[in-house]
């Protein structure tokens, strides 16, 4: 249902392996072979760098742009652009706004930055948004899709 799907964090689309994949993975799977796992990391570490995504500090213009990307998936809101309102039947709610500063701020740790930007929010949009943004009957009739209407709102909403 949708509303168990906000409570995810990230869509992440994976599509079917090619032909040399699939059978690497077939050949993998169907052997003896045991493969000897090696811990990476632990528990603290994990807490330790969850703690230091949320010290990444993301600027009042990055978070306003944010919240005005998912308050314009709403078709129902006053900021909702007429494509929105054509094609959505249900938009994202508060926990996106949360999820694209917080996968921001992650992605610019990766990047080995010490600030969220917006391009960090425009990157991590799809993944925060594509399972939240629910397209009505007419969007699918016309075969448009979340992430079309997600791309639209980065063309479209300006930070």
């Not at 314009?72 to 999820?99: C, D, H, I, N």
């Not at 992650?106 to 969220?116: N, T």
């Not at 979340?146 to 300006?158: A, F």
Request: hydrophobic share 45%.
């Amino acid at each position: 249902p949708e509303a168990q799907l906000d409570r995810f964090m990230f869509n992440i689309q994976i599509d079917y392996p090619t032909l040399d994949q699939e059978k690497q993975i077939v050949a993998a799977t169907t052997c003896s072979y045991q493969p000897v796992l090696e811990k990476v990391v632990n528990a603290e570490k994990i807490l330790e760098i969850q703690d230091l995504v949320r010290k990444v500090p993301a600027s009042s213009h990055v978070i306003g742009y944010a919240v005005k990307l998912v308050r314009s998936s709403r078709p129902k809101e006053m900021e909702a652009l007429p494509f929105v309102k054509e094609w959505t039947e249900w938009g994202a709610g508060p926990r996106a706004s949360q999820y694209l500063i917080l996968a921001a701020k992650a992605r610019s740790i990766m990047d080995q930055r010490y600030v969220a930007s917006v391009e960090d929010v425009q990157a991590v949009i799809p993944s925060i948004l594509r399972h939240r943004m629910i397209t009505n009957f007419k969007a699918q009739a016309e075969g448009i899709t979340s992430l079309q209407i997600i791309e639209r709102l980065l063309q479209e909403v300006r930070p």
